[in-house]
């Protein structure tokens, strides 16, 4: 099990940025993949993005079609952190966003585990307490 310490939500105006990070009680690297998910007001949680690291310059990510190239997962981040920058905000993405993580060990998981996110089939076990994003003019 690992323990999750979401961090830097908060109020931005569309087209703004934030960085969100994930602080972990360990090492994640080629230990754990890490994920984003968030929850808009009234409406089921739903993934965002998924990291594998397996070490500081090799990381393997995926990210819901609704997201990709506006946010990415950086690379060469300490081994307990992980973050998501987010650019381009607009007002849907207004949510509770949470970091999370389930074991995973080599690359090939991981490839697994992204896709089976994306599919709905993988259950993600330890999750941080959420961080609030509002995109509002």
């Known amino acids: 099990q690992v323990q999750l310490v979401d961090s830097g939500g908060g109020s931005v105006q569309p087209g703004g940025s934030l960085r969100l990070s994930c602080a972990a009680s360990?090492?994640?690297?080629?230990?754990?993949?890490m994920g984003w998910f968030r929850q808009p007001p009234g409406k089921e949680r739903d993934w965002v993005a998924t990291?594998?690291?397996?070490?500081?310059?090799?990381?393997?990510?995926g990210y819901a079609d609704s997201v990709q190239d506006r946010f990415t997962i950086p690379k060469g981040n300490a081994k307990n952190k992980v973050y998501l920058q987010m650019n381009s905000l607009k007002p849907e993405n207004t949510a509770i966003y949470y970091c999370?993580?389930?074991?995973?060990?080599?690359?090939?998981?991981?490839?697994?585990?992204?896709?089976?996110?994306?599919?709905?089939?993988?259950?993600?076990?330890?999750w941080g307490q959420g961080t609030q994003v509002t995109v509002s003019s």
């Open positions: 990291v594998y690291t397996r070490d500081s310059r090799t990381h393997y990510t």
């Open positions: 360990r090492n994640t690297y080629s230990r754990y993949c």
């Open positions: 999370s993580a389930v074991p995973c060990m080599t690359v090939v998981q991981a490839l697994a585990i992204i896709e089976g996110t994306r599919a709905g089939s993988v259950k993600w076990n330890d």
